[in-house]
């Protein structure tokens, strides 16, 4: 096999290698940072149980919820800040029982301080 052949192969086993079309981990771990500075993470729970556990957890530190639509696979759910600051929280099922969450403070780029302060407190819940 010449060398360019060669060269030619593992160029493109690289190349394929580090194409994805995943937008983060697919199985329950610690949170990260999306694109936009959401708090993401996948939670190993059924998303209904999740959904019940943010409303609660929302409901806890006071905040209006103003937007709440749901079903089996997905939710969206946002709610004002004591501050009056929109949070955004996307739920979607990955499989039957993980579900991944996004949390989102403000309309662009969130507040990451206070996204975390969610997330702790959605998880102290669950």
């Keep these: 096999m010449s060398k360019k052949v060669l060269l030619g192969i593992v ?15 697919t199985s329950p771990q610690k ?8 708090l993401v993470w996948v939670e190993d ?12 957890t929302l409901e806890e530190m006071k905040f209006n919820v103003t937007k709440d639509n749901h079903d089996g696979l997905s ?11 929109v949070v955004f929280i996307d739920l979607k099922a990955e499989t039957a029982d993980w579900t991944r969450v996004k949390i989102r403070v403000g309309f662009y780029w969130t507040n990451k301080d206070e996204a975390r302060v969610i997330y702790e407190r959605i998880k102290q819940n669950l």
């Design 11 to 25: 160029s493109l086993a690289m190349m394929f290698s580090l194409l994805g079309c995943s937008s983060g981990p």
């Design 31 to 38: 949170p990260w940072s999306s694109k936009m500075g959401e």
């Design 45 to 56: 729970a059924k998303i209904d149980y999740v959904y019940k556990v943010v409303i609660k």
């Design 75 to 85: 939710g969206e759910i946002q709610a004002k800040t004591l501050t009056n600051k």
